[in-house]
């Protein structure tokens, strides 16, 4: 199936307020969404599945915004998983951003949810970072790193202005690499941390509900 076609059906018709576009780029990120809990929420929600990399993730967001006129006005959230890159991060924390509206909102509501949250900026990569390199990019500044957020904002607002916002829960760090024995372990953190923040990403999208300007 194209990753694309994982938003169709889920726009639930017939509600009002400002449609929500959640983007993730993996199944399993797909997954885990797919199972949080979704009352509350202020208007539709639809759920992307993009696939790995800029290119596939610009391309489906680009399509899914112009090629479904509930999806137009929607606020769009990018998430998934991310590497760590910052010493105090661990396997499940949260990055956010620093990019965006209603940056309190949601580190309050990821807060009352019990997570333990970062805000800075999120640094863009086509491939793994490991080693050198991850201490390179944290050097300039970035507290996390990951292969989709920058090219979904890109994608989001290309249209025009649209609330925009890209929350990652940390896999992997400088003491837990991918491909380590440990990052089985990770995983599943940082799988059950993404399934539980759904609520969070709701709160955000009550928050911007009203018209955009």
Known sequence: MDPATAVKGAVRPGREGRPLLIVCALGIERLALR????????????????????????????????????????????????????????????????????????????????????????????????????????????????????????????DGPRPVAAVRVVVDTPEYELLRVATLRTGITAFRVLRSVLPAFLEWHRSIALPWR
């Not at 208007?43 to 509930?70: H, I, K, Q, W, Y």
């Not at 990018?78 to 509206?101: I, W």
């Open 35 to 158: 199972g949080g809990d979704r009352s509350g929420a202020a208007g539709p929600v639809a759920l992307l599945r993009t696939g790995m990399g800029a290119r596939a993730a610009e391309r489906a967001v680009a399509r899914a915004l112009r090629g479904d006129p509930r999806l137009r006005e929607a606020a769009v959230l990018a998430t998934g998983f991310c590497a760590g890159l910052a010493p105090a991060l661990r396997p499940g924390d949260v990055v956010l951003d620093e990019r965006g509206p209603a940056r309190e909102t949601l580190v309050d509501a990821l807060t009352l949810l019990g997570r333990r949250v970062h805000t800075g900026p999120i640094a863009h990569s086509d491939h793994v970072v490991r080693g050198a390199e991850r201490f390179r990019l944290r050097a300039a500044g970035a507290v996390a790193v990951d292969m989709e957020t920058a090219a979904v904002r890109r994608a989001a607002l290309a």
